[in-house]
């Protein structure tokens, strides 16, 4: 669907059994809903790359398994002006989230937003949304949001603002621990909130119950 405007994707269940098989692009897209769907695949389930503007983008009412890489991954790529922003996660289900077997670490994540390309990453909510027990709590974690460049010879991303984590559900209390990652003053990550976040069925007070890793460069990381 990449590079479309106006789009309602409803009531699809897609399965995805080939090596990368992702599964419901909306890069470079203003504009989109996707509703009541089930997707399972053996990469990246809801996608959108700076690969264009990207905008005004609404996943609700979705239930996700995913076997590699990630659920939700917003970023990677070099075009330039490729902002992504305005982007809410609503009331979805996730059965479990297993990372890519290659690079470890690097490429896992219920949540992956990584800023890329000297683009900017900006307002995205995640609200009710409900992540069971992962099925290998050694090859998963809730989220990771990361400027750096991905490989040699790549650009790192301007920045990550305004990212909001409300009413998450994580059944775990044991997973490898998420990550915030800015690469440097200029291309730092600001603004992460985490409102009513639940582990294990206790709210999260402070960042070590979190189970995040912060490195680098980051600003007004807020737990309420």
Not at 115 to 120: D, P
Not at 154 to 178: L, Q, W
């Amino acid at each position: 669907l990449n590079y479309s405007k106006n789009i309602i994707v409803t009531n699809i269940n897609l399965i995805g059994f080939a090596v990368n098989a992702d599964g419901v692009h909306f890069s470079g897209c203003e504009n989109a809903l996707m509703q009541g769907c089930f997707v399972r695949s053996c990469d990246d389930l809801v996608v959108g790359y700076h690969y264009g503007y990207t905008n005004n983008i609404t996943v609700k009412g979705c239930v996700f398994l995913n076997d590699d890489a990630h659920v939700f991954l917003f970023g990677l790529g070099e075009t330039k002006g490729a902002k992504i922003e305005n982007i809410f996660i609503l009331d979805c289900d996730v059965i479990t989230q297993q990372e890519a077997p290659w690079h470890a670490g690097r490429f896992s994540g219920v949540f992956k937003y990584w800023a890329h390309g000297g683009n900017e990453i900006e307002n995205i909510i995640a609200d009710n949304v409900r992540i069971d027990y992962f099925r290998d709590k050694t090859k998963a974690c809730v989220f990771q949001l990361r400027t750096e460049l991905r490989f040699d010879g790549e650009h790192p991303g301007k920045a990550i603002r305004n990212i909001v984590f409300r009413n998450i559900k994580v059944e775990n209390t044991d997973e490898v621990p998420s990550l915030i990652k800015g690469y440097s003053k200029d291309n730092a990550i600001e603004g992460v909130v985490f409102e009513n976040y639940i582990r294990g069925g206790k709210k999260v007070c402070g960042l070590k119950e979190c189970n995040v890793v912060i490195e680098g460069y980051t600003e007004r990381i807020l737990i309420r």
